[in-house]
């Protein structure tokens, strides 16, 4: 069965400071890689994706995130965060050996940027 | 406008009564979505949809039920046998391919009283 972690329930970063927000996955197929950010109270807005290709993948609002097959990570990524970026970060994946398009998501991990 | 509403935003019911959620999308997706948020636990499958008058289990349906008899429509009925239904509900809708991306619904909130 297809599954994501998402190992830290709080990540804390300095205003302008790199930041990394960890997700590992498991999938019997080819994985289909999301990421998604969530504001108090509000539905979840879409920032990237890895479908296949380059390991590096770029997305909304200077976020990016680094594929690794052997590690099976899906890591997001942005060289300089802001305060603005404090919110609810959510990985998700889809299995491409499986038979539906069935979305898990992990439990996803509270970013705080201090100015 | 293009997208995807969930009605009401909150809702109140009181226990033994059933409820049912409102999931409208017009952005000719196939694929659709409910899950239950509650803190900590993130975001958990209750029903998908690939098709209309199709559906599957995600990891929590017991005391949910859906129908998808509309493409553009995926309601959600929180049955009495949902015994903790406090949470916040989220719908999404998507193209349907493997590599698409879910556009998402901005919630309700469901508390029992």
């Known amino acids: 069965a297809q599954s994501v972690a998402q190992p830290e329930d709080q990540v804390n970063v300095a205003e302008g400071n790199p930041l990394t927000v960890k997700c590992t996955y498991s999938?019997?197929?080819?994985?289909?890689l999301f990421w998604y950010v969530q504001y108090p109270n509000r539905g979840l807005q879409f920032l990237l994706k890895y479908i296949t290709g380059d390991n590096l993948v770029k997305g909304s609002y200077g976020f990016e995130a680094e594929f690794n097959k052997s590690q099976t990570s899906f890591h997001l990524k942005k060289p300089s965060a802001l305060v603005s970026d404090s919110a609810l970060y959510f990985c998700?994946?889809?299995?491409?050996?499986?038979?539906?398009?069935?979305?898990?998501f992990g439990t996803g991990t509270l970013l705080a940027v201090q100015p | 406008d293009g997208g995807i509403t969930q009605s009401p935003k909150y809702l109140f019911r009181k226990e033994g009564q059933n409820v049912t959620l409102s999931c409208e999308q017009n952005l000719n997706h196939d694929a659709m979505y409910w899950y239950r948020q509650d803190p900590g636990q993130g975001l958990r499958l209750i029903y998908y949809s690939q098709i209309v008058n199709d559906f599957q289990k995600g990891d929590i349906a017991e005391g949910y039920s859906v129908s998808r008899e509309k493409k553009e429509s995926f309601p959600l009925t929180v049955t009495s046998a949902q015994k903790n239904p406090t949470a916040f509900y989220l719908c999404?809708?998507?193209?349907?391919?493997?590599?698409?991306?879910?556009?998402f619904g901005q919630g309700t909130r469901l508390t029992v009283v």
């Open positions: 998700a994946v889809r299995d491409g050996g499986g038979a539906t398009n069935k979305l898990i």
């Open positions: 999404a809708s998507a193209p349907g391919g493997l590599n698409t991306e879910a556009f």
């Open positions: 999938v019997s197929g080819n994985p289909y």
